[in-house]
């Protein structure tokens, strides 16, 4: 007789040194949360003001969002799977579905205003991964629930611009004949667009600034992004850069220097470095007019003459002429 999938999941979770993720998620829902793999609760589902009232507080990165969802939907929608995008609490919060097969997905509690964190409905795509801060799958039996091992779920998190967890990403599917390996591709597809979302949402959180993109050493998936201000002092940094360059790992950054970061280094000070650059923009207006260019800087033709020798600027580079 085939041993049952809650005696699966009891036995694996007795061992204080469960040496697998997947064990450590099911003692971590059995031991931690009180779950019970055979007898789950009923699902807890918000009612309609509780959900408003959750968007409401991240309506600015839902808009973000919804062009990645919606883009990720056109790419998945075909295989019958289902999109769905959480808070960091693990509430759904916008979900992406086929009319034909939205009513399964209910059915599945896979939807709108439910709650999928590891607390309530113990080992799943999203509530593990928002448990872990880390992309995982759970394929069908993998789940604690033994009511939730005809699903599969693929989820990524996604980092705030202050380097804090703010939501998930999930497409879970209901179809037996999804394999592993299907699942796998649909997994890179979810960590593509989770990336692109929480790249959106760091642009516009620093309106203004200059967005710089490198890729972390080692990791192709991994972008650092750093916002830079007029006064090139970095002021924010996603949690990729954060990590990569010891930064606060959580909350409001320290402004610095985004040479200090970059590794950027000259004889030249910065104050020098400012100075030049006024100068050399003073000189672009007046077309290259040096007496225009002064006048423009409060200072005498002389004077400027001076600091561009000083600085290293050409009396007529290029279309630069005098008087």
Known sequence: ???????????????????????????????????????????????????????????????????????????????????????????????????????????????????????????????????????????????????????SCMDAPIWGPDGRLIAALDVSSARSDHTERWNALIAAQVAHSARAIEAAFFRVSFPGARIIAAQAEGAEDATLLIAVDKDDLAIGANRAARRAFGLEREGRLRPRPASDLLGRDDEATGFEKAERAAVIRALARAEGNVSAAARALGVGRATLYRRMQRLGISENPGRLSRP
């Open 1 to 151: 007789m085939p041993e049952r999938h809650e005696d699966r999941v009891a036995s694996a979770s007795q061992s204080p040194g469960a040496v697998t993720r997947l064990a450590a998620s099911w003692r971590r829902s059995m031991v931690k949360h009180g779950l019970d793999p055979a007898r789950p609760p009923q699902l807890r589902r918000l009612t309609a003001r509780e959900l408003a009232e959750r968007r409401g507080r991240l309506d600015e990165f839902i808009a973000v969002a919804r062009p990645q969802l919606d883009q990720l939907f056109q790419l998945v929608c075909p295989t019958g799977c289902n999109v769905l995008l959480t808070d960091a609490t693990g509430i759904v919060l916008e979900q992406r579905a086929n009319a034909a097969d939205a009513g399964v997905f209910r059915d599945w509690g896979l939807c709108a205003g439910t709650d999928w964190s590891e607390q309530a409905e113990g080992t799943n795509g999203i509530g593990t991964c928002l448990a872990e801060g880390r992309q995982v799958t759970i394929h069908r039996d993998e789940h604690f629930y033994t009511r939730n091992t005809g699903l």
